[in-house]
T-cell receptor
Framework: GESVGLHLPTLSVQEGDNSIINCAYSNSASDYFIWYKQESGKGPQFIIDIRSNMDKRQGQRVTVLLNKTVKHLSLQIAATQPGDSAVYFCAEIDGDSSYKLIFGSGTRLLVRP | NAGVMQNPRHLVRRRGQEARLRCSPMKGHSHVYWYRQLPEEGLKFMVYLQKENIIDESGMPKERFSAEFPKEGPSILRIQQVVRGDSAAYFC??????????FGPGTRLLVL
């Protein structure tokens, strides 16, 4: 099946810096993407989503960018805080269903004080 | 408003035993999904249920695994005759309309 993957397994940033987490997807028919944050011992927590008719969407301290030409998704976190330390997953909706999420393998974000 | 609840949070079983995982969706949510997560990996879809119906079980192994979401009570994911490869975190998610999933805290199954 189609897959979603990430470039970097671990990202270490200084507190206060901006973080960028990248994700590549392979299904050009995907039209909905979500970023999740997973803290240790917890379930995934929704951060932000974007539909394929947009190339940028902003939330509180987070921005998601979508480049459909190269099938690339990124999550930008501004002024990274210790509480942002977690594993971040991108996910896409399976093109054959309207509900099945396909998750990438995750990027661990470590925030240095 | 309580979120998605799962119990137990941790479950230890010996090979050959049965594991029964429970999920109570958020109030008003009639769509339930089960996902499995192996260490250091992303979540993998297992099954999608609505009340009393299995909508899609394409991600669930054909043998030993079953799921239900009865009219009353929680959704149950049942694994019979567990093997070590079943050790994983199992997450339940719910939604009111088939979109916008809310995930539970997961059940971590360890098979000895």
């Amino acid at each position: 099946g189609e897959s979603v993957g990430l470039h970097l397994p671990t990202l270490s940033v200084q507190e206060g810096d901006n973080s960028i987490i990248n994700c590549a997807y392979s299904n050009s028919a995907s039209d909905y993407f979500i970023w999740y944050k997973q803290e240790s011992g917890k379930g995934p927590q929704f951060i932000i989503d974007i539909r394929s008719n947009m190339d940028k969407r902003q939330g509180q301290r987070v921005t998601v960018l979508l480049n459909k030409t190269v099938k690339h998704l990124s999550l930008q976190i501004a002024a990274t805080q210790p509480g942002d330390s977690a594993v971040y997953f991108c996910a896409e909706i399976d093109g054959d269903s309207s509900y099945k999420l396909i998750f990438g393998s995750g990027t661990r974000l470590l925030v240095r004080p | 408003n309580a979120g998605v609840m799962q119990n137990p949070r941790h479950l230890v079983r010996r090979r050959g035993q049965e594991a029964r995982l429970r999920c109570s969706p958020m109030k008003g949510h009639s769509h339930v999904y089960w996902y499995r997560q192996l260490p250091e990996e992303g979540l993998k879809f297992m099954v999608y249920l609505q009340k009393e119906n299995i909508i899609d079980e394409s991600g669930m192994p054909k043998e030993r695994f079953s799921a239900e979401f009865p009219k009353e009570g929680p959704s149950i994911l049942r694994i019979q005759q567990v093997v070590r490869g079943d050790s994983a975190a199992y997450f339940c998610a719910s939604s009111p309309d088939g979109a916008g999933l809310d995930f539970g805290p997961g059940t971590r199954l360890l098979v000895l």
